[in-house]
């Protein structure tokens, strides 16, 4: 049995109030109405009768029809109510199937996952629209599921799909991230291991879900399809939200009428030390003629000073933009320690510097000074973490 227990670069100083209430308030409706009534047997009446028939329609054989009735409880007609039927479809139950499971290894799982990615992705979001991106992918899953199995009268219940929306986020955000991984084989083999999270996350959606859904039964009792829905919907958000924080103009100079600047205007401006003229033709000019409008000196300088002077997030724009254009080039090295050094010591975002200080590394093997300085800033990062973990990933 291997199952994910923790995942790095995780780092103390945020407290997730969003992933803690949903996991708070999941457990809550677990202990307070799904184990109650999972212990009362059901009431024989009209509910009981539709039940039986919307069930029975699935059902190929009569025993598992009388078993089926034999080990019914008031949950399951509380489930049949109040979880998310494709063939009677309601934006109530839509929301309240989330917090609704089908028992404690559901519901452990579920928050086990929910536990482990929500607090990174909840920091890079911040926690309103963390919890907007919970929901909303929660209903892309539910819509998928929806349109998989249009008709069934079988209840889906269950965070799954939100959660898988969180993995689909963590995904695209932390690209060189590590999960920990438990090897359990009891009672003679107990092993924790670290394996890349794009692996693991990859393996949850293709094994675990993809292939099932594509050549095994609908009526396996997972929901497959809402699990691929949130996860796709996941990737899709978080993608555009990259996309965006390359394509945006920082706040100090949205108020700048776009143009588009001269021909070397911008360069004559940085070589000059006009670097508040640099900086507003810069961002005055559409984004699309942005693309390579400086030289990489040029533009790591205008970063710089972006940084200096207290505009990291504008900084960030130029040095994303840079490695765009150059993602692999001796230049990405420089441009990639920046951009680590704004996100962890400006904006606390140290899951986020990690893949840059990485590959500062990597990139660079022939400039021992930022090679240094990315070294440095993986040591605050593994120095930082919740817990310890083992080296991080180096280089």
Known sequence: MIFPISDLPNVRGHVPFVTYLLIAANVAVYLLISLPLSNERAVNGPLFAEYVRAMGEGLSRPEELRALVR?????????FVYGFRPAAPSLPDLFAAMFL????????????FLWIYGDNVEHRLGSFRFLLAYLGTGIAATAFHMVSTPGSQVPMVGASGAISGVLGFYFVFFPRNQVRLLFLLPPFLMQVFQVPARIVLGIYLL?????????????????????IGGFVAGVAVAWVTQRRAVLHRPREFAGTAQQAAPDGAIAAAIASGRMVDAARAYFASPTQETRRLLAAADALALAGWLREQGH?????????????????????????LLAGQILLEDDDQAATAYPHFLDAVRLGADQPEVVAAARVGLTTIEARQKRRMGNLQRR
């Open 71 to 79: 080990h019914m409880t008031a949950y399951d007609l509380f489930v």
């Open 101 to 112: 499971h089908a028992g404690f290894l559901h519901l452990a799982g579920n928050m086990l």
């Open 207 to 227: 094994l675990d879900n993809l292939l099932p859904y594509l050549f095994t039964a609908s009526d396996v009792g997972v929901a497959h399809g809402a699990h």
């Open 312 to 336: 990291g997030d504008a900084a960030l724009v130029v040095l994303r933009r840079l490695l765009g254009d150059e993602p692999g080039a001796a230049v990405g090295a420089a441009a990639n």
